[in-house]
């Protein structure tokens, strides 16, 4: 089998961290490489543009691609011990395991690769001896503003580069935030159900996590108010919510605005799947209706650009600047100053826009095409309501309530779905598949994924 383009970075980055490439090492061009392994130029493309992205391999231009010079490769240490099942097994499986119609995984057919290389190479060369030591500990100034335009004039974000602080991404966002405005006994109100990691994640940090119920207009802020009135922070997904894809209405914006300036409580709005929506109007950002400044606003570049950018933002809310900027240089002192160069030109030279835009047209179609191929291949089996936008289907067991053994079935057969049942954590919950559909290429494609497991499917919901 040919390989793909993971597969090739992957083999790169063994061979660095093994030894067996060394900095300043050149490899083989896009062009050689692919007719080498027998590859598109393409898949070669998309490999060597993560490998830059993380470091591993620089673009001289004439010169040629080397592993980075500047590499500094950690010795190899012996192998851990194996993981107990249950230590986080499943989570593990999320970020190493491949597979098809994974949720969350943007098209990485469709990608700008040869632009993003070029302006990998440009900002390589750029590097300035000073700009070697320490990146800025709230991110890389023109990033930060390319940033704060793109909000303010997508999202209606009236925002500043001041206001803008860089991070790792959506773990770095939670946990700098709870550091910077959650004080010891204070209590965290989360949606029910909400993204897993983010569950997980909150419950190391604090012992008070009170699940809020969402419904066809999102959060519950009644039963927030009623149930849970003191909480300090309030996770939300306003937009495209995280997993169900419905919308916090208008309505229930404005109370929960209400509710945290009433109280003195902060809302965190996690624009999940923001970018990508089909069937409505926009509707406005909760941040953009925030006159009290209560909202922090997280965003990320892994569904717009790649997950393996590794590269996020939020909006801190100008009373609380202080603590987010002494809380960022205690717990991370900058995040990598090249990817921050390479993005903000992305961004400031226009292909990002273009890129969304694109993407915007693209997962429409390929949404169609899912939901079309899932009820050819499961007549009767799954409802799909119609939701706005984002890079995902929920499929709803219509009478069935086995997702977890369904989707451990599924991953048999490479396709890794998840259950929608686990991301609940009170017991009113609803059960069926997440589907990403993101990297779908054609109606075909589609029916004959689903197809895969199409005879062990029926056999377990008919046994």
Not at 2 to 19: A, F, L, T, V
Not at 209 to 221: C, K, R, S, T
Not at 271 to 282: A, I
Request: charged content about 20%; hydrophobic content about 40%; glycine content about 8%.
């Amino acid at each position: 089998m040919k390989p793909g383009y993971r597969e090739i970075y992957q083999r790169y980055r063994q061979n660095i961290h093994d030894g067996l490439l060394k900095p300043g090492d050149r490899v083989p061009s896009i062009r050689v490489l692919a007719q080498e392994l027998q590859v598109a130029k393409k898949t070669v493309e998309a490999a060597y543009a993560v490998l830059v992205g993380e470091g591993y391999l620089v673009s001289r231009g004439p010169q040629g691609t080397l592993v980075n010079p500047a590499l500094t490769v950690p010795p190899r240490v012996a192998e851990p011990a194996p993981v107990r099942p249950g230590d986080n097994n499943d989570l593990l499986a999320l970020n190493e395991h491949e597979g098809f119609l994974r949720p969350g995984l943007p098209s990485l057919d469709q990608f700008p690769y040869k632009k993003w290389l070029l302006l990998s190479a440009r900002a390589t060369r750029a590097m300035r001896p000073e700009e070697m030591v320490n990146p800025p500990v709230a991110g890389y100034a023109p990033l930060r503003a390319a940033i704060a335009s793109y909000l303010t004039l997508s999202r209606g974000v009236t925002c500043t580069a001041d206001d803008i602080f860089i991070t790792n991404g959506y773990r770095g966002n939670l946990l700098l935030t709870v550091q910077a405005l959650l004080g010891a006994g204070e209590s965290v109100a989360m949606e029910d159900p909400a993204y897993f990691l983010g569950q997980r994640l909150l419950k190391t940090l604090t012992p008070n996590l009170h699940a809020i119920p969402v419904d066809n207009e999102g959060m519950d802020v009644d039963y927030l108010q009623h149930h849970h009135p003191d909480a300090r922070l309030a996770f939300v997904t306003p937009t495209h919510h995280s997993p169900l894809g419905v919308s916090l209405s208008l309505p229930r914006k404005q109370q929960l605005l209400a509710w945290a300036s009433r109280h003195n409580a902060w809302i965190v709005e996690d624009d999940y799947d923001g970018e990508f929506h089909f069937t409505r109007n926009v509707l406005p950002s909760l941040k953009s209706l925030d006159t009290d400044d209560r909202v922090v606003y997280f965003g990320t570049f892994s569904k717009t650009i790649m997950p393996s950018v590794r590269i996020g933002y939020l909006v801190m809310p100008r009373a609380a600047r202080h603590a987010f900027l002494e809380h960022g240089a205690l717990l991370t002192g900058g995040q990598p100053l090249l990817i921050q160069k390479i993005l903000a030109a992305f961004l400031t030279g226009g292909e990002f826009y273009t890129h969304l835009r694109k993407m915007r047209a693209l997962y429409q179609q390929r949404r169609t095409m899912a939901i079309a191929a899932l009820h050819a291949v499961y007549p009767g089996v799954f409802k799909t309501p119609l939701e706005d936008g984002g890079m995902h289907v929920v499929a709803y067991l219509k009478t069935a309530t086995c997702d977890e053994a369904l989707a451990r079935l599924w991953h048999q057969h490479q396709l890794q779905v998840s259950a929608l049942s686990p991301w609940y954590r009170r017991p009113d919950k609803r059960y069926g598949l997440i589907i990403g559909y993101a990297n779908l290429r054609s109606a075909d494609e589609a029916v004959a994924l689903l197809a895969r497991a199409q005879p062990a499917t029926l056999a377990l919901l008919n046994g």
